[in-house]
């Protein structure tokens, strides 16, 4: 536990030096592109735009999940999906690339992964302002189940950071593992309840119950119950206590693995 709050404690104390660097990354990774930051909006809504047109108007034939349009579901579920899946990618690779730039400035390496998750923010909030617009266009009215979402948000940041400081130096001690990373996060991409609802007896009960577990499932579904007003996140202990259980597992480890080989991260680079 020492190691996970010296973690905890580095990010705070550097989080100006976070913020200021994600800025910084967001200008220059779209500096040479003619649109510029436009095409970390825009790639998200193509993308939100292919998959209603395959799965809500092609397979579904317009019908509804839940009470309301399914276009309205899944779009409150991939918003925090696309965050989730670029900020784990990101943040794995985060040390990798980075640390030549740390031995060289005086911050530690634990914030590298968290920099990576800030940088992708700002896409998140412009995904969450649409999905709003659109819940409204399609009849849906805020609630006081919309103040859940800070709870959800929290968690969310919280599971990014735990997954991020152990996949990021994972990456560094076996370099295979970026590759089997990415292809875990396109296969949960489907388990994770984004673009079908996977609660209902079209599928056995066991099976339903497993893929509950899946900690990006818990994010995901959290941010449709507030939006739809379907529950509270205290009606769901088992699966929240689960979730920060996992939470507080990759924080041990990660945080573990990542004080034992810190210094020797440019030598295993």
Known sequence: MKEVSTLIKEQFQNIGIIFRISKYEDKAEYQ???????????YPLIQIGIYWLVFGIGLKHGNTTHGVDYLVWMVIGITPWFFMNRASLDASKSIYQRVGMVSKMKFPVSILPTIKIVSNLSAFWTMLVFSIIIGFLYGVTPS?????????????VAWLIAFGIFNST????????RIL??????????????????????????????????????????FR?????????????TLTIVFWGMILFFL?????????FRSRFVDLI
């Open 32 to 42: 040479s592109h003619y649109l510029g930051l436009i095409w970390e909006y825009l």
């Open 225 to 237: 119950d507030g939006m739809l007003g379907s529950a509270w996140f205290w009606q769901k202990p």
């Open 144 to 156: 006081i189940y919309w103040i859940q979402w800070i709870y959800y948000f929290i968690c969310m």
């Open 252 to 260: 041990l480890v990660g945080s573990h693995l990542h004080y034992k």
């Open 170 to 177: 994972i990456s560094v001690l076996v370099r295979d593992y």
């Open 181 to 222: 990373l990415q292809s875990l996060m396109r296969m949960l991409f489907y388990m994770s309840g984004v673009l079908f609802n996977f609660q209902t007896d079209a599928f056995p009960a066991p099976f339903v119950h497993i893929l509950q577990l899946n900690p990006f499932f818990y994010v995901v579904s959290g």
